[in-house]
């Protein structure tokens, strides 16, 4: 027992200390990632962009862009969706892990894109996108009312807003894991 | 406590080579030992605690039941999603069962609903009230009673002033494929289920010239919110041979099963607001002149656990009364 104590002692005492200014991440290996200085967002890797990414064919209706405030307006629904999701307990841990400020960018373009308001969608797709995510039906209804209530705070019509739900709902097939 | 002494030991020694002290020596002797703290190279680690696997995780053991996590009253459909409550305790319109599955929770929990429901026609009343428990997006099971009341016909009838007719509905509801909101437009939520009902005026069913005073319906359900027009579409096959629901028997002398239609229009004006039309054919197996009913309704989520429905409903010929047109008042709590 003694003897055992005693050399736990010793080895403790022969370890090397490692020295203060270790840089942990080289060590491991962990890749430190830079925001970019003018998007503000994290890079990723290279991927090939097509506007098939945005998963529904968009509409052409210069009524509709219009009742979500054109693509101001688009881009500002999609941002505060994103904000409403980080709020909300049912599914903030969802987006801590994300380069939110890509997301909302993305986000927009999509809606922008789909909403046939004259954007280029250039995010990954929408099974790329949430690959391994995990993500749940519940999950889904509960960012679908937060873009409801973004979409109302910014007065679109109720039938304008469906008519944008209405390309999203057939993406749960590849958003939708369990 | 003499393995973890040599194991220290070694370990002492492997740092303090090339020598060992003399005090060491035995130690060194139990070779097992040693390697079992400084495995090889190729040799994989393995945590103290072995993750648990998900798939794996059971009450029971590897070998036992596996059950897995249920959010019991937890909810998480959209609003309105899970339908309201017909007039037989299903979820669906107020007079037509859809595809729907009762209750608001999600895949893998538990929801309850419990509905009353009250018709006033010319000659007649309705009151309604049950209990609905859905399972995840697949199972529902519900129970409903309804009590009709005959008023002045009673009398006229000869059964009595006020006589009131009252059956028991038992649901249940399977979805088998689809969904009402997300997946592909073309594919609906469809749905089988039965409805077993068993009337408590034996007799005097029998009496009228009902064949049985109990019966089972048989339904295929296909309902699908087609978003890009803001439009519930409904359309339900009831094999049946139930007169009046049930209310008055089941089947006749001459007839029996027949299939029936129950189709229902909605447009949703908000989150919370829905109106919409329905029909719902009825077989005439008594020769009382029992009409296909319709109605206009306008339902909505006050909040969200709690639906009113309004509605007006056109029920023709009842018992050879016509003309039975009414409101229909309907209110429903699910969680």
């Known amino acids: 027992m003694l003897l055992a104590a005693t050399t736990a002692a010793v080895l403790m005492l022969l370890q090397q200390a490692p020295a203060e200014a270790t840089d942990w991440d080289a060590e491991f290996g962990v890749e430190v990632k830079e925001r970019d200085p003018v998007t503000g967002e994290l890079p990723v890797d290279p991927y090939e962009q097509s506007n098939a990414n945005a998963g529904a064919k968009p509409y052409d209706s210069a009524g509709l862009a219009a009742d979500f405030g054109g693509r101001e307006g688009i881009a500002r629904i999609a941002a505060r969706t994103i904000e409403l999701s980080e709020a909300d307990p049912r599914i903030a841990a969802i987006f801590e892990a994300h380069d939110t400020v890509r997301l909302k960018r993305t986000l927009g373009e999509q809606f922008c894109y789909l909403l046939g308001a004259g954007c280029d969608y250039s995010g990954r797709d929408m099974k790329t996108a949430h690959a391994e995510m995990g ?6 209804n509960a960012l679908v009312e937060n873009l409801q209530t973004a979409m109302r705070e910014a007065g679109v019509p109720f039938a304008a807003q469906n008519r944008l739900l209405a390309k999203l709902a057939p993406m749960s097939r590849d958003v939708v894991e369990r | 406590m003499f393995t973890t002494f040599s194991s220290l030991a070694v370990l002492a020694a492997a740092a303090n080579a090339p020598t060992p002290q003399i005090a060491y020596a035995p130690v060194l002797l139990e070779e ?12 994989p680690l393995y945590p103290a605690i072995a993750p648990l696997d998900p798939a794996q995780a059971t009450a029971l053991g590897e070998d036992g039941a596996n059950i897995p996590h249920v959010d019991v009253l937890e909810g998480g459909k959209l609003l309105l999603t899970n339908g309201v409550t017909t007039i037989e305790g299903s979820s669906g319109g107020g007079l037509a069962r859809w595809a729907t599955i009762g209750g608001r929770q999600m895949a893998g929990g538990i929801g309850l609903s419990a509905h009353v429901t009250g018709i006033e026609l010319p000659d007649f009343g309705w009151r309604s009230y049950g209990v609905m428990a859905g399972f995840g997006d697949r199972l529902e099971l519900s129970f409903a009673r309804a009590d009709f009341d005959t008023r002045d016909v009673g009398a006229a009838l000869g059964i009595g002033q006020g006589y009131t007719f009252n059956v028991e509905t038992f649901g249940a509801k399977v979805r088998l494929a689809g969904d009402l909101v997300y997946g592909d437009t073309w594919l609906p939520q469809i749905a089988v289920g039965i409805e077993h009902k068993r009337s408590r005026d034996g007799a005097l069913v029998r009496a009228i010239g009902a064949k049985d005073s109990s019966g089972t319906d048989f339904t295929v359900s296909a309902t699908k919110l087609f978003l890009a027009r ?3 579409v409904n359309a339900t096959l009831r094999y049946t041979e139930a007169n009046e629901l049930g209310l008055l028997g089941f089947g006749s002398a001459t007839h029996g099963y027949k299939l029936q239609f129950e189709g229902s229009l909605g447009y949703q004006l908000s989150r919370r607001a829905v109106i919409g039309a329905e029909l719902r054919t009825k077989p005439d197996n008594l020769g009382l002149g029992d009409d296909n009913w319709m109605d206009v309704f306008a339902a909505y989520a006050l909040t ?6 309004a509605a007006y409903v056109d029920l023709g010929s009842i018992a050879t009364f016509s003309d039975q047109r009414g409101g229909f008042l309907s209110a429903q709590v699910a969680f």
């Open chain 2, 32 to 43: 097992p030992a040693a390697e079992a703290v400084s495995p090889a190279a190729d040799e």
């Open chain 2, 304 to 309: 969200d656990n709690l639906t009113l429905t």
């Open chain 1, 135 to 140: 993500v749940t039906k519940a999950d889904m």
């Open chain 2, 230 to 232: 803001s439009l519930l």
